[in-house]
């Protein structure tokens, strides 16, 4: 079955520029997570959601968000942008898992530099 | 609080050599724990995972790991390393609702 597809791969975006990012779960995942990675501060729980409902929020400004739809897709946002959100943003879907005992299948990730 | 701690940033070993990834965590409750590994450019592949049971466990690959409540470690090992092993490795710890805690990461080298 097809894993966790991530879409765009790559995009280059300036300071003060909003991008949104995708992200389609393995089929029957209905929870979704995102992280962002960066050499610095390494992996790092942006936000998780299930049945469209954000169930936990890492700390990150508001400037960060998502949403997901009826179908599991979930996409997240972020909004004026800063030369620090340059990272790779990796999605991973889950069956459900609202204890730790769960496992994540990660998708290859959307790397964003922001110039 | 939630942390993991993987010592080494780099290990380097030659191929067929053994390998072992050293990892710490810092837990409250029951640790659920992971083994992720991560290609350049890639994602985050699962190599094996810790829920309860049997300490030691076994992955993809040929790795295992042994969960050691007492020293609180769950050390990721390989008897026989292959070139294609070379790569980042990332322990992490299932802190609920999907929140996975993971270490800064341990890059390998493998030396033909």
């Known amino acids: 079955k097809a894993g966790v597809t991530q879409t765009p791969r790559y995009l280059i975006k300036t300071r003060g520029q909003q991008v949104t990012l995708s992200c389609s779960p393995i089929s029957g995942h209905r929870s979704v997570s995102w992280y962002q990675q960066t050499p610095g501060q390494g992996l790092q729980f942006l936000f998780e959601?299930?049945?469209?409902?954000?169930?936990n929020k890492g700390n990150f400004p508001g400037r960060f968000s998502g949403r997901q739809f009826s179908n599991s897709r979930s996409e997240m946002n972020v909004s004026t942008l800063e030369l620090g959100d340059s990272a790779l943003y990796l999605c991973?879907?889950?069956?459900?898992?609202?204890?730790?005992?769960?496992?994540?299948?990660f998708g290859a990730g959307s790397r964003l530099t922001v110039l | 609080a939630q942390s993991v701690t993987q010592p080494d940033i780099h290990i380097t070993v030659s191929e067929g050599a053994s390998l072992e990834l050293r990892c710490n965590y810092s837990?409250?409750?029951?640790?659920?724990l992971f083994w992720y590994v991560q290609s350049p450019g890639q994602g985050l592949q699962l190599l094996l995972k810790?829920?309860?049971?049997?300490?030691l466990v076994q992955g993809i690959k040929g790795f295992e790991a042994e969960f050691k409540r007492s020293q609180s470690s769950f050390n990721l090992r390989k008897p026989s390393v292959h070139w294609s092993d070379a790569a980042e490795y990332f322990c992490a710890v299932g802190a609920g609702a999907n929140n996975l805690f993971f270490g800064t990461g341990t890059r390998l080298t493998v030396i033909p």
């Open positions: 810790y829920f309860s049971g049997d300490t």
């Open positions: 837990y409250g409750a029951t640790p659920y």
């Open positions: 991973a879907s889950s069956r459900d898992g609202s204890s730790g005992a769960n496992v994540l299948t």
């Open positions: 959601y299930f049945s469209e409902t954000q169930r």
